[in-house]
Antibody, heavy 122, light 107 residues
Framework: EVQLLESGGGLVQPGGSLRLSCAASGFTFTTYGMGWVRQAPGKGLEWVSGLSDSGGNSYYADSVKGRFTISRDNSKNTLYLQMNSLRAEDTAIYYC???????????????WGQGTLVTVSS | EVVLTQSPATLSLSPGERATLSCRASQNVNRYLAWYQQKPGQAPRLLIY???NRATGIPARFSGSGSGTDFTLTISSLEPEDFAVYYCQHRSSWPLTFGGGTKVDIK
C-alpha cells in the first residue's frame, strides 16, 4: 500500500524557515519523480515544486523560486522541502504527491499525503 | 505559464443528474490534462489523467474528453458521494498549474 507521510509543519514568523519531510513507502521511490502541492485555507490547489527520480532536475513555481528548495534522500525514501524567507502568503497545507507513472514526466498525482499545515504569522 | 480556467465556479445539481464541467487552457496542452476530486478535509483524488484515462478504481460514471485547449469532465449520473470540488491540472510544461476549481453541490 502506497503511503506518504508529511511532517515538519508548524507556526513560523515571517522571514523564518521550515523544512518539510515526506516519508514514502509501498512503492519503488527511486524510480518516481515527486512533487509538493499546497492549498491555502479555503482556496484552491497550487503546485509548488517537483523533483526528478534521481534528484537531478528540480522545478519550482514562480511564487517560491529562490526561497524554497526541494530535495530527496533515496536511501531513506524521503522527500524534503526547505522553505526559507517565509511569507504570510505561504500559509497553507502542504501535500507531498506521487506521479501516476514512473520513469518519465508523468506529472499528475495519484497518491497524496494527508498534508502538513504551515502557518506564517507573527 | 498555462492558465487553466474552470467553469462554472459552482454547479448545483440533484443526485442522478448529469454533471458537465469545463476546463479551458490558455495555450495548447495536447492531452496532458488531469482531473481531481477533493472533499472537505481530504487530499485530492486523481480521477482522470491524460484527458480521458480513468485512474485506478475510478467508477465508469466519470469520463473525460478534449484535447488542445478545451476539456470536459462528465459525471453521467451523480451519486451522493460525488458532491465535491473538482480541479483540472496540466502537465504539458513547467510550471504545472491547476484550475481554480468547480464546486458541485446539491440542489
Amino acid at each position: 500500500e502506497v503511503q506518504l507521510l508529511e511532517s515538519g509543519g508548524g507556526l513560523v514568523q515571517p522571514g523564518g524557515s521550515l523544512r518539510l519531510s515526506c516519508a514514502a513507502s509501498g512503492f519503488t521511490f527511486t524510480t518516481y519523480g515527486m512533487g509538493w502541492v499546497r492549498q491555502a485555507p479555503g482556496k484552491g490547489l497550487e503546485w509548488v515544486s517537483g523533483l526528478s527520480d534521481s534528484g537531478g532536475n528540480s522545478y519550482y513555481a514562480d511564487s517560491v523560486k529562490g526561497r524554497f528548495t526541494i530535495s530527496r534522500d533515496n536511501s531513506k525514501n524521503t522527500l524534503y522541502l526547505q522553505m526559507n524567507s517565509l511569507r504570510a502568503e505561504d500559509t497553507a497545507i502542504y501535500y507531498c504527491a506521487k506521479p501516476f507513472r514512473d520513469y518519465g514526466d508523468y506529472w499528475a498525482f495519484d497518491y497524496w499525503g494527508q498534508g502538513t499545515l504551515v502557518t506564517v504569522s507573527s | 505559464e498555462v492558465v487553466l480556467t474552470q467553469s462554472p465556479a459552482t454547479l448545483s445539481l440533484s443526485p442522478g443528474e448529469r454533471a458537465t464541467l469545463s476546463c479551458r487552457a490558455s495555450q495548447n496542452v495536447n492531452r496532458y490534462l488531469a482531473w481531481y476530486q477533493q472533499k472537505p478535509g481530504q487530499a485530492p483524488r486523481l480521477l482522470i489523467y491524460d484527458a480521458s484515462n480513468r485512474a485506478t478504481g475510478i467508477p465508469a460514471r466519470f469520463s473525460g474528453s478534449g484535447s488542445g485547449t478545451d476539456f470536459t469532465l462528465t459525471i453521467s449520473s451523480l451519486e451522493p458521494e460525488d458532491f465535491a470540488v473538482y480541479y483540472c491540472q496540466h502537465r504539458s510544461s513547467w510550471p504545472l498549474t491547476f484550475g481554480g476549481g468547480t464546486k458541485v453541490d446539491i440542489k
